[in-house]
């Protein structure tokens, strides 16, 4: 069977076995969602017996961003938290596709939910992670009876913990009616995302995605499909998609760190196009894919090596 965690987490302050990383009932992140936390992935090519973190810089830098969000402080800056996410991969010693989940929580055991004066803890541990929804076989999605939470109750941006009940039902919603994914509407109607993953349309030939207005994570894959999509000359545009603007288009596909990216087959039941992968999701996720094992050697800034056995 293959192990459910790697055996090292970080926790208080340095690297223990995973055993050792638990925290009290009464924690406060856990009765209110005072946390909040990032999703890394690193890819292991075995040709090269080689494996690569994704985009750390970047997630390093949203994950102090959240802080920032959420006015709280984290005991540690972007490049220190590099360092130990680095770490912590590298003692783990990977030869799988892994996923990394840092974490940052109000760890007191005072009553009530509480950010006032708070320097976060932070805890790191790592997962083996292949495919987290499947990205070949056409994703069938619902539509959320459910509304993605906005801005002006949250800071949608940080990745708090408590936003993500509000995926959890949409996900519940989805796996009750027997579909893989969910996506949630905003409070206009408009297209926000899936309940972990931003969402990509396209129609005529042009890229469309949410734009950040809609009450969407930045996500770091979004971010990504958008500069590959630059570069390999496919139109792009950022703007609001309405339901049917979905329900009409000649792609649908989703990305994130754990989705990466994946197509969508049909929407509430309704089958999208020729119910096919399209040519500009198959090119984007050829690329996608090629990229973060390394076997496309564009964009090496965007790869951690690891230093492994
Ligand atoms: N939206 C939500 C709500 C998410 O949780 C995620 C996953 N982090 C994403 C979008 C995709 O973001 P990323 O590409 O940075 O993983």
Avoid at 35 to 59: E, P, Q, S, V
Avoid at 133 to 148: A, E, F, N, T, Y
Wanted: proline share 4%; aromatic share 10%; net charge neutral.
């Amino acid at each position: 069977m293959t192990k459910q965690f790697f055996d090292y987490a970080f926790f208080k302050g340095k690297i223990v076995p995973i055993e050792q990383a638990n925290v009290p009932i009464m924690t406060n992140a856990l009765q209110y969602g005072t946390g909040f936390f990032g999703g890394i992935r690193t890819y292991y090519n075995a040709d090269d017996k080689a494996a690569y973190i994704f985009r750390l810089k970047d997630h390093c830098a949203r994950f102090v961003n959240s802080a920032k969000l959420l006015e709280v402080s984290l005991p540690y800056s972007a490049e220190e938290l590099f360092d130990i996410i680095k770490n912590l991969a590298e003692k783990n010693n990977p030869n799988t596709d892994a996923y990394l989940r840092p974490f940052a929580y109000v760890g007191n055991t005072a009553l009530g939910p509480n950010l006032v004066n708070t320097t976060m803890d932070f805890a790191l541990y790592m997962i083996p992670l292949k495919n987290y929804i499947p990205v070949h076989k056409g994703l069938s999605v619902c539509i959320s009876k459910w509304q993605r939470i906005p801005k002006e109750a949250i800071p949608v941006r940080a990745k708090a913990s408590g936003i993500y009940i509000n995926s959890a039902l949409a996900r519940k919603e989805a796996s009750d009616g027997g579909f893989d994914e969910a996506i949630l509407l905003g409070a206009k109607g408009n297209v926000s995302e899936g309940s972990a993953e931003n969402i990509f349309i396209v129609k005529d030939n042009v890229l469309i995605t949410p734009s950040l207005s809609e009450d969407i994570l930045e996500g770091i894959t979004r971010r990504t499909i958008m500069e590959l999509a630059k570069e390999m000359d496919i139109a792009l545009q950022e703007k609001p998609i309405s339901r049917e603007e979905l329900f009409n288009a000649d792609e649908v596909f989703m990305t994130g760190t754990g989705c990466q990216v994946a197509w969508v087959k049909s929407i509430d039941k309704h089958m999208i196009a020729n119910g096919k992968i399209g040519p500009i999701t198959r090119k984007l996720q050829q690329k996608y894919f090629n990229i973060v094992r390394g076997i496309d050697k564009d964009h090496i800034s965007w790869r951690t090596k690891l230093i492994i056995d």
